[in-house]
């Protein structure tokens, strides 16, 4: 459903498009928006990249894989501040039309993935909010599916500096963030939200 994959960045793009960090901060009331439910048409998905660029041969390094399943390093925030929006199917939770009679799954693994100098990550998203209810039938937690709503949003994107390894079952070190601005729905064909860090001189 979502892939994560490593591409050869341009240099001299990158550069190009570097962007200042922003802060990790949050703080108000997520705002209510009518969205649209999955019986409607999918929007085309989405795809966030994350590249990077350095004077010097070194690297940076992110949560590709978390113990809770999906990427751990792209968070979506309405741009009023607030929680961030849950954007990964939890597999440990049935979908509230079938509550009772579906399989669930165990704990992922967690995964670091190394950005070296000249390359970025690609995380393609479909686009999909997940909202916690209670099933009808019992006092159990489900998740229920709906598209993203039409609005202005905020696409974070975290690394570190450091990490204990890298692959399955490591961690990132403490993590640095940038933000980058979400108006949905997009053009079609729109090309990836895309922040380019540049340890430059």
Known sequence: MMNAMITRASIGAAAAVGLALAGCGGGQDQPVIDAPTLDAAPPEAITFRLSYQ?????????QSGTGAGGQGWLTIHPVGGGPALAILDDCGLCDCASCGSCPVCGQAQPEVTELARGTALDWSWDVRVFERETCSTSNLTCERATFLAPGDYIAR???SLTSDGVGPNHHVGPLVCADEPLVFPRPAAAPPI???????G
Do not use: N, Q
Not at 54 to 62: A, E, H, K, T, Y
Not at 194 to 200: G, N, R, S
């Open 194 to 200: 895309e922040h380019a860090e540049c340890a430059c």
């Open 157 to 159: 994107f975290c690394w």
């Open 54 to 62: 350095s004077d010097v041969p070194d690297s940076i390094f992110v």
